[in-house]
């Protein structure tokens, strides 16, 4: 599997890598969009959720984006509680460096991601969960292909203000329909 595009490249979440996503995991603006608690952790608890829920667990492969070239940090994505039986996992994305927003490298890397999924792993399914506020990774989600499959309808108080959290997914068959096309 060739985990590289244009402008990034994914490797293997390590237990170096540690420091680093504890920055990204503290940083409220980074978490605003991805994490419904916003709690600050101490090191320690970071340290034990890298190695037991991100580096410990079957059901979970996570990978660093680096810029390419420069191999700069700048975020993770990941494939989680995956179903081996059923062929399904989630996916989250953080792009924990904020210079580097709305610029197309989380696009580059949930592709990637996907690329394994679906060609490597032979997922039937992936699917993620997304804030109602955040119309940027909606417009992500729909332009790769992923459809909405529900809502939690007011599950997230945020802002001081409620918020449905949206369910998207989409199909290998309808990934693989999506990748002729750019063909």
Known sequence: MLFESSRVRLRKMTKEDT??????????EVMHSTNPSLDVYPID???????HVILGSHTAKSY????KGNEI???????????????NAECIIDIGEKKYWGKGFGSESLELLLHYAFYEMNLH???LKVFSFNDRAIHLYNKIGFQQEGNSRQSLFRDGEWHDIIHM?????EYFEKQGKKI
Request: proline share 2%; glycine share 4%; net charge negative.
């Open 73 to 87: 940090p700048i975020g993770i994505v990941s494939l989680i509680n995956i179903d081996y039986k059923n062929r």
């Open 169 to 173: 997914g989409i199909l290998q068959n």
């Open 45 to 51: 608890e970071t340290k034990e959720f890298v190695d």
């Open 64 to 67: 660093i984006i680096l810029t």
């Open 19 to 28: 420091e680093l996503y504890h920055q990204w995991r503290n940083d409220v």
């Open 125 to 127: 399914r992936v699917y």
